[in-house]
């Protein structure tokens, strides 16, 4: 009997691997390792341990996150909108010293959602033909850079805010795009 019971165990730990192999790293879970660091590097120093100084800080980053972010903050709890509140199950162990990924990984295992978040990835500037490039991309352009092109009707006038305002946000990219015009 006990020799079925140790095949039986063995068997099903060969069979399924990744039951306990599911180890949360920041390729897997990208959002949630990025801003739970972002939340512990804003955290003021002598306060990581205070459980009240990291709920505030992540709320007051809540405030201000993008799309993604903000999506993370809604489902952990940091917004007013939230529909769940699971941020001291964060909060706590980030208080202890745990590190981000060990922290996702306890949060995605009460709302799998968090580590199925994952950031666009940016338009690459330099590259990106304006003349071709559709209007949806040229609004993911300035919705990234965090601006809006109010009254915007004509792709000419996308293109010229992006142009306008691309050295404060993406100096790099400006700069190979002006040495390639000439």
């Known amino acids: 009997m006990y020799i079925t019971f140790v095949a039986v165990c063995f068997s099903a730990v060969l069979l399924f691997p990744s039951l306990d192999a599911r180890k949360v790293t920041e390729e897997n879970c990208e959002v949630c390792v990025k801003f739970v660091r972002k939340v512990m590097?804003?955290?003021?120093?002598?306060?990581?341990?205070?459980?009240?100084?990291?709920?505030?800080?992540?709320?007051?980053?809540?405030?201000?996150?993008?799309?993604?972010?903000?999506?993370?903050?809604y489902f952990v709890g940091g917004l007013e909108t939230s529909a769940t509140y699971?941020?001291?199950?964060?909060?706590?162990?980030?208080?202890?010293?745990?590190?981000?990924?060990?922290?996702?990984?306890?949060?995605?295992?009460?709302?799998?959602?968090?580590c199925e978040l994952k950031y666009e990835k940016p338009v690459d500037l330099v590259k990106l033909n304006f003349k071709k490039?559709?209007?949806?991309?040229?609004?993911?352009?300035?919705s990234q850079w965090g601006e809006q092109c109010k009254g915007c009707m004509e792709k000419e006038e996308f293109v010229r805010?992006?142009?306008?305002?691309?050295p404060i946000h993406?100096?790099?990219?400006?700069?190979?795009?002006?040495?390639?015009?000439?």
């Not at 706590?92 to 968090?114: H, R, T, Y």
């Not at 490039?133 to 300035?142: E, N, S």
């Open 41 to 73: 590097n804003a955290v003021e120093k002598g306060q990581e341990g205070n459980m009240t100084s990291i709920t505030d800080t992540f709320k007051t980053l809540c405030k201000k996150a993008n799309e993604k972010e903000n999506r993370f903050c």
């Open 86 to 114: 699971i941020v001291n199950h964060m909060v706590q162990p980030l208080s202890w010293g745990m590190p981000a990924e060990k922290v996702c990984d306890k949060l995605s295992s009460i709302d799998s959602q968090i």
């Open 133 to 142: 490039a559709r209007i949806g991309q040229l609004k993911k352009v300035l």
């Open 161 to 166: 805010l992006i142009k306008e305002k691309m």
């Open 170 to 182: 993406d100096a790099k990219s400006w700069e190979a795009r002006q040495k390639s015009e000439l």
